[in-house]
Nanobody
Framework: QVQPVESGGGLVQTGGSLRLSCAPS????????MAWFRQASGKEREFVAG????????SYADSVKDRFTISRDNDKKTVYLQMNSLKPEDTAVYYC????????????????????WGQGTQVTVSS
């Protein structure tokens, strides 16, 4: 059992930056492909960024490409999402997701590919 724990959300003005962190607890002896999703009020959960098990491959939604960066520190068992040039449309609850052990890449774009989810952290971008 793996329980992702997110931190780093908050309120920021348009153009500002935030860094989210995700440190799974539980069975952390294994390394997993991981991703960030987000869900805005009244909308479906959507893929934001993914990273492979070793960190050599990343994928991004078109809406965040060139603004967000996903990275990981496997020694610390932590995945990060650096968010720059934030826009009001980035406002959402951001979720950390852990893929199944059989998946190793960064290109898993649907929620069904992920076995474990964090509680979410709110990101609000004011205009």
């Amino acid at each position: 059992q793996v329980q992702p724990v997110e931190s780093g959300g908050g309120l920021v003005q348009t153009g500002g930056s935030l860094r989210l962190s995700c440190a799974p607890s539980g069975r952390t002896s294994d390394t997993y492909a991981m991703a960030w999703f987000r869900q805005a009020s009244g909308k479906e959960r959507e893929f934001v960024a993914g990273i492979s098990r070793r960190g050599g491959s990343t994928s991004y939604a078109d809406s965040v490409k060139d603004r967000f960066t996903i990275s990981r520190d496997n020694d610390k068992k932590t995945v990060y999402l650096q968010m720059n040039s934030l826009k009001p449309e980035d406002t959402a609850v951001y979720y950390c997701a852990v893929a199944g052990l059989g998946l190793s890449g960064s290109h898993y774009y649907t929620a069904d590919d992920y076995d474990y989810w964090g509680q979410g952290t709110q990101v609000t971008v004011s205009s």
